[in-house]
């Protein structure tokens, strides 16, 4: 988790054209109780849910083709929205590649695609230059890994030669915010799972990254849920 502060307003940007898919179907079963009664997504941070965090900074760089693909307690959502311009559709239980599969509407264009449980303060614009200049079918945001421990490194007499508390390793981790290509989304939709085309992209040699050094808070736990509380307390309304 970072508590930086997200990216400064972006008026004054261009429209970024791009049709946003929210990853909302999960049940949330590390979460419960809390999810007994409300899907992940309407879970409250700093007295509001997930969900909006997410479209505000969608909406903050005027990406405002919104899609969620719901599916646990998909009704929530679609009363949550029912007076905006964000489509809702209960895309059902079922795997990630399946759920993008129903809501492909053949769009020759790039698709965005993220998931309605993390926040993060992606620069949209940066990642779309990203994606066009690295000339691949996709790209995927990465987020540094920081280890929950303090490490020690051991020379060959067993003794302590240097330690680190919590540091930053030389790994990334996935945290969505995909862009995908026309190409990048077939093979999506006619994969029989979303980790096995993102295996596929790699073995291709098809998957950029974009590196994310910002803010990121993945809402798994109860225990994440306390850091999103620390992590959002520097965010600004935007949009």
């Given at each position: 988790m970072s508590t930086q502060k997200p990216a400064a307003s972006t008026q004054g940007k261009s429209s970024i054209s791009l049709r946003a898919i929210v990853l909302c179907g999960g049940k949330g079963?590390?979460?419960?109780?809390?999810t007994y009664d409300v899907p992940k997504p309407l879970i409250q941070v700093r007295g509001r849910p997930i969900?909006?965090?997410?479209?505000?900074?969608?909406?903050?760089?005027?990406i405002n083709d919104i899609t969620l693909a719901a599916g646990y307690k998909a009704e929530m959502l679609i009363e949550?929205?029912?007076?905006?311009d964000v489509k809702v559709v209960d895309t059902g239980d079922q795997d990630i590649a399946h759920r993008i599969r129903q809501l492909d509407d053949?769009?020759?264009?790039?698709?965005?695609?993220?998931?309605?449980?993390?926040?993060?303060?992606?620069?949209?614009?940066?990642?779309?230059?990203?994606h066009r200049r690295a000339g691949l079918s996709a790209t995927v945001t990465v987020w540094p890994l920081r280890s929950s421990f303090g490490l020690f490194k051991i020379d060959d007499q067993s003794r302590v030669a240097s330690y680190e508390e919590?540091?930053?390793?030389?790994?990334?981790?996935?945290?969505?915010?995909?862009?995908?290509?026309?190409?990048?989304?077939?093979?999506?939709?006619?994969?029989?799972?979303?980790?096995?085309?993102?295996?596929?992209?790699?073995a291709d040699g098809a998957l950029n990254a974009f590196p994310h050094h910002g803010l990121h808070v993945t809402v798994n736990?109860?225990?994440e849920l306390e850091d999103a509380e620390t992590a959002?307390?520097?965010?600004e309304s935007v949009g």
């Open positions: 079963v590390r979460l419960r109780p809390l969900i909006d965090f997410i479209v505000d900074h969608l909406r903050s760089e005027h949550h929205f029912r007076n905006s053949g769009s020759a264009g790039d698709t965005l695609v993220l998931y309605g449980d993390t926040l993060s303060d992606v620069d949209f614009t940066g990642l779309l230059e990203s919590k540091p930053v390793l030389d790994r990334w981790i996935n945290i969505g915010y995909f862009v995908f290509s026309r190409a990048a989304l077939n093979m999506v939709c006619t994969s029989s799972s979303f980790e096995g085309a993102l295996r596929q992209l790699v736990t109860r225990s959002l307390a520097g965010w």
